[in-house]
């Protein structure tokens, strides 16, 4: 079991610029996470998606954010455009029906 | 709604002392409750998870935690501190059912010498 799989591990971008953050997650778990980790406003969950469909994106901050999960294997997480208040540490995290979650090591992003 | 409220944000112990880490939650039905551990540079590892068998629940490296439903806490706590126990520590609630985990704020355990 190679745990849920993030890339890039860091990421260092101009604002303006597009970002994308992807995400393996563990075989057969059906639900995925993304979530944000700042000092300032600590783990926040930003989507969640249960069969390949996103259930609650309540915690999307804005329209420049976007997440989507075109099949079991993958998702990406987006940003466009990019700006310094988006630098963060992105998390994306898997389970099963009544698993805990396990995350990935996440995705460090610099917006500068 | 659910909630998690993590009392303390740093925690000082020496080598060998009791390692308490106070968690207390609310939510509208019977909850999951989880606690995390955070090193540098690492996503978040499972401690142990409470999902309404027994009270008392017993995790990796030592730790344990104990569910008391009446004061509505979930609090952490190892019998004697090794200098790799420095982390962070995150306590979560699921609702029983649901998808959504919340994490509290994080308590930032350090281990003295």
């Known amino acids: 079991d190679a745990g849920v799989i993030q890339s890039p591990r860091h990421e260092v971008t101009e604002m303006g610029q597009e970002v994308t953050l992807r995400c393996k997650p563990i075989?057969?778990?059906?639900?995925l996470f993304w979530y944000r980790q700042t000092m300032m406003r600590g783990l926040e969950l930003l989507i969640y998606f249960n069969n390949n469909v996103p259930i609650d994106d309540s915690g999307m901050p804005e329209d420049r954010f976007s997440a989507k999960m075109p099949n079991a294997s993958f998702s990406t997480l987006k940003i466009q455009p990019s700006e310094p208040r988006d630098s963060a540490v992105y998390f994306c995290?898997?389970?099963?029906?009544?698993?805990?979650?396990?995350f990935g090591n996440g995705t460090r992003l610099t917006v500068t | 709604a659910q909630s998690v409220t993590q009392l303390g944000s740093h925690v000082s112990v020496s080598e060998g002392a009791l390692v308490l880490l106070r968690c207390n939650y609310s939510s509208s039905v019977p909850p999951y409750l989880f606690w995390y551990v955070q090193y540098p540079n690492q996503g978040l590892q499972l401690l142990l998870k409470y999902t309404s068998a027994a009270t008392l629940v017993k995790g990796i490296n030592g730790f344990e935690a104990e569910f008391k439903k009446s004061e509505t806490s979930f609090h952490l706590t190892k019998p004697s501190a090794h200098m790799s126990d420095a982390a962070e520590y995150f306590c979560?609630?699921?609702?029983?059912?649901?998808?959504?985990?919340?994490f509290g704020a994080g308590t930032r355990l350090f281990v003295k010498a």
């Open positions: 995290a898997s389970s099963d029906s009544n698993s805990p979650l396990h």
């Open positions: 075989s057969g778990h059906n639900s």
């Open positions: 979560a609630v699921r609702d029983t059912g649901g998808f959504k985990t919340i």
